[in-house]
């Protein structure tokens, strides 16, 4: 069965603090991605990668970062949190090149920055 | 660019009501149409897709056909269930699914 997994599903963090959230899947995907989910905005693609090291910016990057080290891996980082990025957290992936392919989504980070 | 627009909710229902959600689509060529359900706690599934005009996707007794002439993807049930209580997304892929765009979900309630 397909799976998605993410490091945590709640976090509480401080302003200025650096958070790495991580996300792990099983099926040997080539497509990695970070979302943030807001009420009203629906998701929102932060960054993606489509190779190991490979990644580009989605629509929302300012202010994170993120490392793909090995294939099954995909990391976002606050490099310093902030109060505006208190959000819910979804981790994709998908096979490449398929047109009409689907995204499988972990079960989401909820991120609280006080 | 490439957007989809859905119904705001939320939407509450009794049990057995027939669901429709609405939405359209805004695409520079032809995309692939998806909904996909996050039910509480969980991420996001896909629900049903269709990847041509006039196609109809199926699922779990939701339907969407995709109408080219209007734009829409509307997401159809006859009879829903406490179950289906979730948060729906619309979205549309124009390439292959690294450019997937995602209305902003409604939220469906139903009570028994």
């Known amino acids: 069965d397909v799976k998605v997994t993410q490091s945590s599903r709640y976090l509480v963090k401080r302003t200025g603090e650096k958070v790495f959230l991580e996300c792990v899947q099983d099926?040997?995907?080539?497509?990695m991605f970070w979302y943030r989910q807001d009420p009203g905005l629906g998701l929102r693609l932060i960054y993606f990668?489509?190779?190991?090291?490979?990644?580009e910016k989605g629509d929302i990057p300012e202010g994170y970062s993120v490392s793909r080290e090995k294939k099954e891996r995909f990391s976002l980082i606050l490099e310093s949190a902030s109060t505006n990025q208190t959000s819910m957290y979804l981790c994709?992936?998908?096979?490449?090149?398929?047109?009409?392919?689907?995204?499988?989504f972990g079960p989401g980070t909820r991120l609280l920055v006080l | 660019g490439n957007s989809v627009t859905q119904m705001e909710g939320p939407v509450t229902l009794s049990e057995e009501a027939f669901l429709t959600i609405n939405c359209t689509y805004t695409a520079t060529g032809y995309p692939s149409l998806f909904w996909y359900v996050q039910y509480p706690g969980e991420g996001l599934q896909l629900l049903l897709k269709?990847?041509?005009?006039?196609d109809k996707g199926s699922n779990k007794g939701f339907e969407a056909t995709y109408r080219k002439e209007t734009t829409s993807f509307h997401l159809e049930k006859g009879s829903v269930q406490v179950s289906d209580s979730a948060v729906y997304f619309c979205?549309?892929?124009?390439?292959?699914?690294?450019?997937?765009?995602f209305g902003a979900g409604t939220r469906l309630t139903v009570k028994p």
């Open positions: 979205a549309l892929s124009l390439y292959n699914n690294n450019d997937m765009r």
């Open positions: 990668s489509y190779d190991v090291k490979m990644k």
């Open positions: 269709a990847t041509k005009a006039d």
């Open positions: 099926m040997d995907h080539e497509n």
């Open positions: 994709a992936s998908s096979t490449s090149g398929s047109r009409g392919g689907t995204q499988y």
